[in-house]
């Protein structure tokens, strides 16, 4: 009986244990640019990541807020010089890219040209992106997109998010959401 009590006392307490015991989040890491990105950003949780295996193009991190889908990328495109902010020619070259893809898309899947809603420089916990929306056609699908750009750590962070145009304003309002909830966590980085 003492022999039974001596094993089962410490296992029942190690059981108890485990059930405050917290479960680890599933952060995705950027090693080269020192960046965490977190199993939730908002209402949105992480749905994968990926190293492309192209040099230069980095890092997918994608996702889900149930009425919206967004997708983070980190990479640097091999370019050298890529200054924090949005004030850089070199970011701004590729904010005009990221936006030149929005159409180049369409065209691809035979869809209407995208419509620009609006343009914008907006401040996410204290990081600057440039901003672009779009309303396009996918399908039977309206949707409202954002592309945001900004450069950081030496690489440039493009943002894509994209949820149904149904009410242009909730929708927009999903949009910006993620991008402040997201400039929370740049900043958070930017502060170790």
Known sequence: ???????????????????????????????????????????????????????????GIDYNGG???????????????????VASDVVRSEFARARSDIAAIQRQQNAPEPQLVGERKVSAGGIEFLTATYRYRRGDLDTLSLVAMTGLRRNFIKVRIGTRASDDDAAQARLDDFLQNFGQVLAGANSR
Do not use: C, N
């Open 1 to 59: 009986m003492r022999v039974s009590t001596r094993f089962w006392l410490p296992l029942l307490a190690l059981l108890a244990s485990l059930g405050t015991v917290s479960v680890a989040s599933a952060e995705y890491l950027v090693e080269e640019a020192g960046l965490r990105f977190p199993d939730q950003i908002g209402t949105a949780k992480q749905t994968g990541g990926k190293r492309y295996p192209q040099p230069g193009l980095g890092h």
């Open 67 to 85: 009425s919206y889908g967004a997708s983070i990328y980190i990479y640097d495109r091999g370019a050298s010089g890529i200054a924090d902010g």
